[in-house]
């Protein structure tokens, strides 16, 4: 199952990918347009956000619906099923799942129907920190889980608990209770509804239809169905839509904090985030990467597709020449056939292969987005060797990723990260490289043009713009620096302290038990 915008070259062992987010959500409300096809082609447009479930919910004014199912989003739809879905408003849902929830229970868009006869369906990108939390109140209020593991159910079920309320002020009351990065959209019978947690940390945007409004993680899905962008869903910001138009109310003070890894990678090139346009930012860092790490070359080339605008403002800021150094085929996913150990070793020659002709006798420059356990880089280093590549330089377009993400992305274990307990140089030694540069943190951060202070680069720098509660992180997340903080916490509350973080002395620390993607990553999908 490829990645939407030409991540393969990090899925050569479909059991070890790269980063991953939690999800893409799209939603729209259109009295007279065939809402399931609409949402079908935003779900599509949003696939790069997650493959391995997909959901529509829709609503014709007297029911709300769900299809969900495992798989892709055209794997999932057919024709007679989104025949059947009719309405004049719908959500969906595209799925990455962290560890073990990859089920049709944990598929999006969740339901819940309230004592008072009233239907919510909601889907969520990101992740919350409190549902520890969140899961007493619910039990408080009389709410049983019906065995969803997820937080997602779990505010769909916060929303359904206060049936003499309406949606609206429900959803008023709940959101301020919600600690983390949440980008939703949600619906009862009649109303299409959406918000954006106060840091406004994974992206939401508001499109406008001839004949309605429409709201999704990523500009691109907006441009596929036909919408104009309108703006985006503010930080703190509830919307809603219904017959008497659109409304908005602020649950919170915004203090944005967007993610800086959508601009890196998660988000396609062809989407706007606050006013910068990812290809654009890509580009730029590329500028960046040629001034902070230049080298004498005679071809830059992308690790195709991820590198491809970085190592096109390299070759411009560099003057060394831009061309195609691998070629990719674009029919290989995620295979269900596992190869041997032999076979695995050659896999990437199944998705990349290098052009001789074009490296032979020339000193390169590889630009990719980034390194995470190494094994792409260090196979296209030794395929680019033996294609005749004089040299090899290897140019990452963001900064080493030290730290773990508690807001909705997936990265590697802490046993897994290459940059884990090794320097630059052990990095470039270990993949083969030359040369190795990796773009500043400040040099990543001018080209989005967005000031350092609304952005969040904990993946990058450790500074965790949501409080995160200690206690989960002992034993879970341990990567360098988290450990640190747990064990001061440890200290300040008497609690014993773990010796197989990295200030342990020198003990191989252990693999987390799970991916350090969400702080309740054994019970979320």
């Known amino acids: 199952m490829p990645r939407g915008d030409g991540r393969l070259s990090h899925e050569l062992d479909p059991q070890r990918p790269g980063p991953q987010d939690a999800c893409g959500v799209f939603g729209v409300w259109a009295p007279g347009e065939d809402v399931a096809k609409l949402t079908y082609f935003g779900m599509y447009a949003l696939q790069h956000r997650g493959q391995e479930a997909a959901g529509i919910a829709v609503s014709d004014g007297s029911a709300v619906v769900v299809y969900k199912d495992l798989g892709l989003v055209a794997q999932v739809f057919d024709e007679p099923t989104l025949a059947s879905l009719r309405g004049h408003l719908a959500i969906g849902h595209t799925r990455y799942s962290t560890t073990g929830g990859s089920t049709w229970e944990n598929a999006q868009p969740t339901i819940r129907a309230n004592s008072a006869g009233t239907t919510i369906a909601l889907a969520h990108n990101g992740n919350l920190v409190n549902t520890t939390e969140l899961a007493r109140e619910a039990g408080e209020r009389g709410m049983d889980s019906d065995g969803s593991t997820s937080d997602t159910a779990l505010v769909t079920m916060l929303l359904a608990s206060r049936p003499d309320l309406s949606v609206e002020a429900a ?173 695995r070793q050659l896999g990437i020659r199944l998705k990349l292969n290098p052009l001789r002709e074009n490296v032979r006798g020339k000193r390169v420059v590889v630009v990719d987005d980034s390194i995470v356990r190494g094994n792409t880089q260090r196979a296209i280093v030794r395929m680019l060797r033996e294609a005749g590549a004089l040299e090899v330089h290897v140019r990452i377009s963001a900064p080493p990723v030290n730290w773990p993400c508690f807001y909705g992305i997936d990265f590697a274990t802490r046993a897994e990260l290459l940059a884990n307990g090794l320097d630059n140089d052990g990095i470039r030694r270990s993949i083969g490289a030359d040369s190795l540069g990796y773009v500043s943190l400040a040099g990543l951060i001018a080209a989005t043009e967005q000031p350092k202070t609304r952005l969040c680069r904990a993946c990058f720098d450790g500074e965790y713009p949501i409080e995160l509660p200690a206690g989960n992180l002992i034993g879970k997340h341990v990567l360098e620096g988290v450990g640190r903080r747990v064990a001061d916490h440890a200290a300040e509350t008497g609690e014993q302290r773990s010796e197989d973080g990295p200030d342990g002395a020198g003990d191989t620390p252990e693999p987390l038990v799970s991916s350090p993607g969400a702080l309740d990553a054994l019970q979320r999908p």
Request: with cysteine.
């Open 171 to 343: 959803a008023l009351e709940v959101l301020p209770m919600l600690r983390g990065a949440f980008s939703f959209v949600f619906m009862d019978e009649n109303t299409l509804y959406a918000a954006r947690d106060p840091h406004g940390v994974r992206p939401l945007v508001l499109g406008r239809m001839e004949r309605g409004w429409v709201v999704a993680s990523e500009t691109a899905a907006l441009d596929i169905v036909g919408a104009s962008i309108v703006r985006e869903i503010e930080p703190g910001e509830l919307i809603a839509i219904d017959e008497h138009g659109l409304r908005s109310a602020r649950f919170a003070v915004p203090e944005p904090k967007g993610c800086l890894f959508e601009y890196v990678y998660i988000a396609r090139p062809d989407t706007t985030i606050a006013g910068r346009n990812v290809y654009s930012t890509r580009v730029a860092i590329g500028r960046q990467l040629a001034k902070e790490h230049p080298v004498e070359a005679d071809l830059v080339i992308p690790v195709p597709e991820s590198g491809t605008p970085a190592a096109i403002g390299y070759a411009e800021a560099s003057g060394i020449t831009y061309g195609a150094g691998l070629m990719k085929n674009p029919y290989v996913g995620r295979t269900f056939i596992q190869p041997s150990q032999t076979l």
